[in-house]
Nanobody, 124 residues
């Protein structure tokens, strides 16, 4: 079965850093990504990495966040630097197992498996 388990969330001050982890099992994917949601806002794409290692970032996090995948450990990471209060949200790991390659990497509707989420709070 497919299972995604996130960890690494917590509280940090503006300008600080956090690294999120997503332990994946039972996943054959063409893309994995990180999404975040701060209700009542809808879930939005943060970063994604496809099976070729190509990364995609939301404009709001470019230059600050970095997504990576350790294939040996089956773990997805999101390194978050220079964090801002607007980064406060529940962060979700997601995997896309559909076969087609032509899709929007940061579109939440393109992903079919999700983790439980890990909370990130950035204070001023």
């Amino acid at each position: 079965q497919v299972q995604l388990v996130e960890s690494g969330g917590g509280s940090v001050q503006s300008g600080g850093s956090l690294r999120l982890s997503c332990a994946a099992s039972g996943v054959r994917y063409n893309s994995m990504g990180w999404f975040r949601q701060a209700p009542p806002k809808a879930r939005e794409g943060v970063a994604a990495i496809d099976s070729d290692g190509i990364t995609t970032y939301a404009d709001s996090v470019k230059g600050r966040f970095a997504i990576s995948l350790d294939n040996a450990k089956n773990t997805l990471y999101l390194q978050m630097n220079s964090m801002k209060p607007e980064d406060t949200a529940m962060y979700y790991c997601a995997a896309r197992t559909y076969r087609d390659e032509y899709y929007q990497r940061l579109n939440r509707h393109e992903y079919d498996y999700w983790g439980q989420g890990t909370k990130v709070i950035v204070s001023s």
